[in-house]
T-cell receptor, first 116, second 113 residues
Framework: GNSVTQMEGPVTLSEEAFLTINCTYT??????LFWYVQYPGEGLQLLLK?????DKGSNKGFEATYRKETTSFHLEKGSVQVSDSAVYFC???????????????FGAGTQVVVTP | DAGVTQSPTHLIKTRGQQVTLRCSPK?????VSWYQQALGQGPQFIFQ???????QRGNFPDRFSGHQFPNYSSELNVNALLLGDSALYLC????????????FGQGTRLTVV
């Protein structure tokens, strides 16, 4: 079945540091890939997405590139802020297949703590 | 656009009781999915409703059931609550024929004591 593996946290960084969160996936065919962010006490917000190989998703300074050859979708940000402190989830889905219909498969999440 | 709204935001129940959680999807969305997020873990898919029917289901017991109404809103029911059912329950809505991303509500925090 489909699965997502992401690096364990917490990841602790100083403000303006470079952030990378690794995410790899297992799936047949060409899934769509997502990064969601969860701030304390809140639900999930879509951060960015990519729907085909070599697509780059980007939003709010975050980027991730869909790498089919390495089955990866690593999240990066060049200069983090304290407000980026949250839990980040990598996820995949496959539309149009009878075993998926947009069901999201999530990784375990990576907590990021940014200190001033 | 109010987005996805869930009620209540917090709930405390006693073991063995039954609970109903509610979700209103984002305007224009016809598909509702429910997820359970235990503390410190990623969300786990419970089931998905489309056209008022359960279209697919995750690995959850029959104690978990749901319903979708003609206006696309949905309910999640859990019977015979266990301590292990304590979690954040997330509702997500999407548009079935567009393959777009799912939008999540803020969740309902269920505590079983």
């Amino acid at each position: 079945g489909n699965s997502v593996t992401q690096m364990e946290g917490p990841v602790t960084l100083s403000e303006e540091a470079f952030l990378t969160i690794n995410c790899t996936y297992t799936a047949t065919g060409y899934p769509s890939l997502f990064w969601y962010v969860q701030y304390p006490g809140e639900g999930l917000q879509l951060l960015l997405k990519a729907t085909k190989a070599d697509d780059k998703g980007s939003n709010k300074g975050f980027e991730a590139t869909y790498r089919k050859e390495t089955t990866s979708f690593h999240l990066e940000k060049g200069s983090v802020q304290v407000s980026d402190s949250a839990v980040y989830f990598c996820a995949l889905t496959k539309w149009g297949s009878t075993d998926s219909w947009g069901k999201l498969q999530f990784g375990a999440g990576t907590q990021v703590v940014v200190t001033p | 656009d109010a987005g996805v709204t869930q009620s209540p935001t917090h709930l405390i129940k006693t073991r063995g009781q039954q609970v109903t959680l509610r979700c209103s999807p984002k305007s224009g969305h016809d598909t509702v999915s429910w997820y359970q997020q235990a503390l410190g873990q990623g969300p786990q898919f419970i089931f998905q409703y489309y056209e008022e029917e359960e279209r697919q289901r995750g690995n959850f017991p029959d104690r978990f059931s749901g319903h979708q109404f003609p206006n696309y809103s949905s309910e999640l029911n859990v019977n015979a609550l266990l301590l292990g059912d304590s979690a954040l329950y997330l509702c997500a809505s999407s548009q079935s024929d567009r393959g777009t991303e799912a939008f999540f509500g803020q969740g309902t925090r269920l505590t079983v004591v």
